[in-house]
């Protein structure tokens, strides 16, 4: 049976299997034109005209036959689709399944039903079958067409079963807000749902949906809700028919020219060159004012509106402004229409989409760039224009940065443009770095905005305050302000003339106008740091709910705080910040701790989403003990979304509060835990020669021997060996090796078991040892951790054990088992399908291919390596491209190359190989640089014990003496001792001497 979705998404599947069968564009709004004209015959000239009307006919007709030749290929011969050589004709069929049709047939089944309660039944199935809008991303007039008919019809069905009594209030509440989604700008919606939740009960829901209505109508059209619904608020607030309505927010005042420099770059933006302009200025300036008039004329032509914000408390999960724009509707309707797997990396960060209770899925660092790659995606997948706001920029986290800057490369010629503001003077989080970049690529445009000069203020004022000023009061209010908006706004609304006091002043006048409930929650909902909801202002409060609820309308209607999709926030931070400094020290660690317990309640269920919260307000409450758990899941959540800089955060936060506790057992198992979690996000953003990554884990390895944790002394050896490895301390590197294998007892792991005899192999190896011992403990590591789920020191030892293993291959004089052990780690790593270990594969094949002097198969196996780091920012075995392809290539080039591979790798702290990489270079420059290239090869080896290539080195040095021969004869003496076959031939073919077979 076939199953052919098109309301949300455009997919033909196999309803059976689930298996899809096209996601093609053009052959699923082929079939949904037949569907939504199902029993009709549809001419063949008819269908190609529509779809390919620049075409010529006969073009057009060839078009449609391949088409459909293609779309029968996928699909067999399906009982619904009739084709003749005139015409197509679709069928409804037992054999196929069409979500358009299920919906069309349980509406009418909805409006032609008798009774009310089989009406509600039919319209529900219909909604359930209304997945989304028809074919999303797709623009075609008759698609248009088709949609908005549709759209229409799911609003009756939402009307339908909104004013049918029923037993069921809460489908009637999804209803109404299933309408409000699909008519923002129509009252009625909002009126239903504010019955609907005053009949339930819910009063503080019913206020804030009003809350919203007026702000949407205030932002879209410029108007208050209207009589009937402003009569709905009074009844639920049972206030009199004078309550003093909202002040009307003023219109935008001056910045003509500002506007219309956001304007220049917004159609360039979307006629294909995306961008980031960011409005600059100092606090109160007006920047946050002007981006929202540019985001209301990109809303009017069409675009795709997103807004997010940053704060400047932590508390917030990264990437919390990108998931804010991902779940704006007309982003949501647009991604529905991305392959699968790129809705599952859109899945990673948005909380709703996780089990609840559940943990996140263990993500390795090099799925970064295909997480950001399907963010990417999914923002700009409707086909339209679109502007991102970013709020308050200078707070931005750095993965958002790290997101913009990455988006912003991948899709240069999208239509879209982000507008941030920021602002001066405030410590930036981690804007520095990523703003600097666009701005090196040529894709930021910085604009900044002062304050008003005198007539500019005047105008403000007068448009604030709704009458004329007098010459007087316009000379006080601009020397009172410093022509900032912020405060002329403020101050006329704190006064009826222009104050002569401070900016602080005048805020916390205006703070200090509401009642005392309302006053107290000001202090609690700026001791959230964020946007709060009423449920948590609740929750942590001492007041009643009805007491909250009025509390919060008094602050919504004197502009103090505003609702932006269900929850508050202050309408500016300087008032968050105001009314946070008027709360008591005493206070504030109550509240804070309030707060924790109020957010704790309202997630019981799953708190991934609020980790990060509740471990500050625990903290800034006086409950470290809580905090240091909560601190601990938030780190975890923010490495499943690759925000690794901030999972160190969060756990340095935590080390601090458990190293502040006296000493004792429990203190030290709890420092042990937030180490063991540290060490993977320190690698991730830091890489293995991190000396803080060095230094966790040793003290880790101390404290898991003073507590006599075994497991626990076993995970840090092995992962300590990989930082003393990379760094080049060979010793060092061995001996945690063979510590490590000293540990492995009867219950230990595979995985933890084949990882020590993988890493006894390598370092034993880079030291010169026996290659024939090295190759037993890289057999017995690959065995062991064959199909393992997790390895220990980050690689899996069954691909990466192999493709070293060529090299003691080699280095025993066994080229073709050199090469094949290679081959077979590449073909392993392809079939699991793993890019990381495909790049370790391909790159010690590369090793394997160099010493066996083969430049063909380096330069393919270089260009794949090369590559899969461009796609993945596989940084350190990018280096080794570089240095590989480099000797390939020869020459000028090839040497510069080369040299930039060395360096970088110095830059990183990863001297591992050092010699190896040194004897490359040396063999690409002139003879004299050669020589010096060589001894610092030699010295390098000595000083950090990696010895397994010095033979060559010796040998390739030999050749600037005057007598080679001590010198070949010390790499062949050093060569037997290692047991290495092949160096010891190529030294003694030198000195002329016929190596024995």
Partial sequence: MLRVALLGEQVIADDESGAVLTRSPRSVALVAHLVLHAGRAQPRRLLAGLFWPDSTDAQALTNLRRELHQLRRVLGDPPSLTVTGQDLCWQ?????????????????????????????????AALAAYRGELLPGLAEDWVLAARAELERQCVELCDLIGRTPSDDPVTAVAAARRRIALRPLEETGYRTLMELQAEAGDRAGAVSTYHRCASVLERELGVVPAEPTRAALRRLLARPDHEPRRPAAPGLVGRADELARLGELWRTAAAGRAGLVLVRGDAGVGKTRLVRELAGTAR??????????????????????????????????????????????????????????????AVEAWQRLRFFEGLARALTAGGRPVLLVLDNAQWCDEETGAFLTFCLGLLPDAPLLVAATLRDG????????????????????????????ADGTARLG????????????????????????????????????????????????????????????????AAAGRDVTL??????????????????????????????????????????????????????????????????????????????????????????????AHYRRAAAVAAGTFAHAEAIRLLREALDLVRARPASGNRDRDELAVLEALAGPLNAHQGYASPELQHTLERSLALAESLGDAEAALTALLELWSSRFVQGRTVQAHEAAERALGLLAPGTSAAQGGSAHFIVAGSS???????????????????????????????????????????????????????????????????????????????????????????????TAVAELTALCDRYGFAYYREWALLLGGWARGGAAGLAAAQEGVANLKAEGAFARMPYWLSLVAELSAPEAARATLDAALAAGE???????????????????????????????????????????????????????
Avoid: N
């Fill in 300 to 361: 009017a032509e069409g675009a795709v509106v997103a807004a997010g914000r940053c704060f400047g408390t932590p508390g917030r999960l990264p990437l919390a402004p990108v998931a804010d724009w991902l779940r704006t509707p007309a982003v949501q309707k647009a991604a529905a229409s991305l392959d699968p797997v790129w809705r599952a990396e859109v899945d990673r960060l948005l909380p709703g989409t996780r089990t609840a209770g559940g943990g996140h899925v």
């Fill in 462 to 525: 007068e448009a604030v305050a709704g009458r004329p000023l007098s010459t007087s009061d316009r000379d006080l209010l601009h020397a009172a302000t410093g022509g900032y908006p912020l405060y002329v706004v403020e101050a006329l609304r704190a006064h009826d003339s222009p104050p002569a006091e401070g900016l602080a002043a005048v805020l916390r006048t205006r703070l200090e106008q509401p009642g005392p409930a309302a006053r107290e929650i000001a202090g609690l909902a």
């Fill in 92 to 124: 409804d069929s037992p054999t196929s399944r069409v979500d358009v049709r299920e919906f069309t047939v349980a509406h009418r089944a909805a409006l032609a039903a008798g009774a009310p309660g089989e009406a509600v039944g039919h319209a529900r």
């Fill in 943 to 997: 000083a950090r014990d990696d010895r397994w290539w010095l033979p060559e080195v010796l040998r390739l040095r030999a050749a600037y003496d005057a007598d080679p021969r001590p010198r070949l004869r010390a790499a062949a003496e050093l060569a037997r001792a290692q047991g290495s076959t092949a160096l010891r031939r190529r030294a003694e073919a030198d000195l002329g001497v016929v190596a024995p077979s």
């Fill in 426 to 453: 405030d410590p930036a989080r981690g804007g520095a770095a990523w703003t600097a970049q666009l701005r090196d690529d040529g894709r930021l445009t910085e604009l900044p905005l002062r304050p008003f000069d």
């Fill in 765 to 859: 190896l880079s030291l010169g040892h026996d290659p024939a011992e090295a190759l037993r403990h890289f057999d017995l590591g690959a065995e062991r951790t064959r199909g393992a789920s997790s390895w220990p020191i980050g690689t899996r030892p069954d691909v990466h054990g192999p493709a070293w293993a060529a090299h003691a291959h080699w280095l025993l004089g066994h080229g073709d088992a050199a090469v094949a052990s290679g081959a077979g780690a590449i073909a392993l790593a392809r079939r699991i399908d793993h890019p990381y270990s495909l790049a370790i594969a391909l790159a010690y094949a590369g090793i394997t291919h160099q010493m066996c002097r083969d430049r063909r198969a380096l330069g």
């Fill in 535 to 628: 449920e948590l202002l609740t929750e942590a409060s001492d007041l009643d709910a009805d007491t909250v609820v009025d509390a919060v309308d008094e602050l919504w209607r004197r502009r103090i705080v505003r609702e932006s999709g269900g929850s508050y926030d202050f309408t500016h931070d300087l008032l968050r910040e105001t009314a946070y400094q008027q709360v008591s020290p005493p206070r504030r660690w109550l509240l804070h701790r309030r707060l924790a317990q109020g957010l704790e309640l309202l997630h019981a269920g799953d708190t991934d989403a609020v980790a990060a919260q509740l471990a500050e307000q625990y903290a800034r409450g006086g409950r470290p003990d809580r905090a240091v």
